[in-house]
């Protein structure tokens, strides 16, 4: 134990008084890795911010939609918010039909027809906060119309128009604003009124949730609250394609993490082979004095794991360090990179998060490389002969 702990401590002593000579190693090593931390933390915020902004359209974390039962919509929100990890539930009634414009009855356009709950829907969702015109669904005859419908039917705020859906019932409606998303088909299809004022062929929530809690389990406890011929699906299985984009940053991130410890383990194992080669009669000389030579295969190899666990993990400080100061001054505006994308129609602030996999992947990674960077140069440096090692200068 005394030897083990002796023989350590060399390498320890060994590898600062050696730090200097190899500073430009370190000093890759170090910013490499902070640089690796900044960016999985930027990627998963991406992320982040790319899930807020589609669950905030209108689809929330989990949707569970069910045919016409009056009864049942009315007990829903206050069972889902006893779920654990639930924030608010938005409930809707759902009808497909035709608007028609009352003074010109030629122009007609297909709209899905929302019956919402005007507070309730201003609090989460995206739509009220891209009026263009006019003003949120308020009154019991307000209709709320994109703007590609709205330029169909050539109506603007205050003109009426007619809705005839399913039952071929008329239903007269006054246009009360005029949105857009930036989304083409959400607002050339969809428009809203006032639950219990529009004609309902099918009814929904929207279940918002905490950060962090699973939509699995959230779906799972609320399926018994919806009526059984109703369906319940989280946002993963409403939005398969933003699963995927999901799956491709993910690995876009790890790419980038083992193609920069592909390039350190270079470096690194080039500064073990130059340090070999100036310690090859210090070798020698351990070798006299009874070294085994995986004894010193592991001198070069503890050696090599030092400097990359070191620089590696200052590195990580000081990419923790950067993260906390990206966040802590309000997050970074990429509208400019944006402003095509839906998928940042609500917000395009991005709010570094430093992960476990942001900390820890960098770490581990990095140190592994070094470590196996260094291993040929340890073999080399244990089959060192002592008389040839001895006679170096």
């Known amino acids: 134990m005394k030897d083990t702990f002796t023989f350590w401590?060399?390498?320890?002593?060994?590898?600062?008084?050696?730090?200097?000579?190899?500073?430009?190693?370190?000093?890759?090593?170090?910013?490499?890795?902070?640089?690796?931390?900044?960016?999985?933390?930027?990627?998963?915020?991406?992320?982040?911010?790319?899930?807020?902004?589609?669950v905030?359209?209108?689809?929330?974390?989990?949707?569970?939609?069910?045919?016409?039962?009056?009864?049942?919509?009315?007990?829903?929100?206050?069972?889902?918010?006893?779920?654990?990890?639930?924030?608010?539930?938005?409930?809707?009634?759902?009808?497909?039909?035709?608007f028609t414009n009352e003074k010109l009855p030629i122009l007609h356009t297909i709209t899905i027809l929302y019956g919402v709950r005007p507070e309730a829907e201003a609090a989460k969702t995206l739509v009220p906060r891209k009026l263009l015109s006019g003003s949120y669904v308020a009154g019991s005859n307000d209709i709320l119309l994109g703007k590609p419908a709205a330029d169909i039917l050539m109506a603007g705020v205050g003109d009426w128009v007619s809705f005839r859906g399913g039952d071929l019932k008329e239903r007269r409606f006054r246009v009360c604003g005029i949105f857009a998303t930036g989304i083409g088909e959400m607002d050339r299809l969809l428009s809203y009124g006032r639950l219990g004022d529009c004609p309902a062929e099918s009814q929904e929530a929207s279940v918002f949730l905490a950060d962090g809690t699973p939509a699995d389990r959230v779906r799972d406890d609320l399926a018994p609250l919806i009526p059984s011929s109703g369906r319940v699906q989280t946002w993963q299985q409403m939005m398969p394609d933003l699963v995927?984009?999901?799956?491709?940053?993910?690995?876009?991130?790890?790419?980038?993490?083992?193609?920069?410890?592909?390039?350190?383990?270079?470096?690194?194992?080039?500064?073990?082979?130059?340090?070999v080669s100036q310690r090859t009669?210090?070798?020698?000389?351990?070798?006299?004095?009874?070294?085994?030579?995986?004894?010193?295969?592991?001198?070069?190899?503890?050696?090599?794991?030092?400097?990359?666990?070191?620089?590696?993990?200052?590195?990580?400080?000081?990419?923790?360090?950067?993260?906390?100061?990206?966040?802590?001054?309000?997050?970074?505006?990429?509208?400019?990179?944006?402003?095509?994308?839906?998928?940042?129609?609500?917000?395009?602030?991005?709010?570094?998060?430093?992960?476990?996999?942001?900390?820890?992947?960098?770490?581990?990674?990095?140190?592994?490389?070094?470590?196996?960077?260094?291993?040929?140069?340890?073999?080399r440096a244990g089959r060192l002969q002592v008389a040839s090692a001895l006679r170096y200068t």
Do not use: C
Not at 41 to 50: E, I, K, N, R, T
Not at 67 to 77: Q, Y
Not at 254 to 275: D, H, P, Q, R, W
């Open 9 to 54: 401590l060399m390498v320890a002593m060994r590898f600062l008084h050696r730090l200097g000579r190899v500073r430009i190693t370190f000093t890759a090593i170090f910013l490499s890795s902070a640089a690796m931390v900044v960016a999985l933390a930027l990627l998963s915020g991406v992320g982040q911010a790319m899930v807020r902004n589609a």
């Open 281 to 379: 009669r210090e070798l020698g000389i351990l070798k006299a004095l009874g070294v085994r030579p995986g004894g010193v295969v592991l001198l070069v190899v503890g050696d090599a794991a030092l400097l990359t666990l070191l620089g590696a993990a200052l590195g990580v400080a000081l990419g923790a360090a950067v993260v906390s100061v990206l966040r802590q001054v309000g997050g970074l505006d990429v509208s400019a990179l944006t402003d095509m994308n839906p998928l940042f129609s609500g917000s395009s602030v991005i709010f570094p998060e430093l992960t476990l996999r942001a900390v820890g992947l960098p770490l581990v990674v990095v140190v592994v490389a070094g470590v196996l960077a260094a291993l040929a140069p340890a073999w």
């Open 244 to 275: 995927q984009l999901l799956g491709v940053e993910r690995a876009a991130g790890n790419a980038v993490v083992f193609l920069v410890a592909a390039i350190l383990a270079l470096g690194i194992s080039n500064t073990m082979y130059v340090s």
């Open 56 to 98: 905030s359209v209108q689809a929330g974390h989990v949707q569970a939609s069910w045919g016409i039962d009056h009864a049942t919509i009315e007990n829903v929100p206050a069972a889902a918010r006893a779920i654990p990890g639930v924030q608010d539930v938005l409930l809707r009634s759902r009808s497909t039909g035709m």
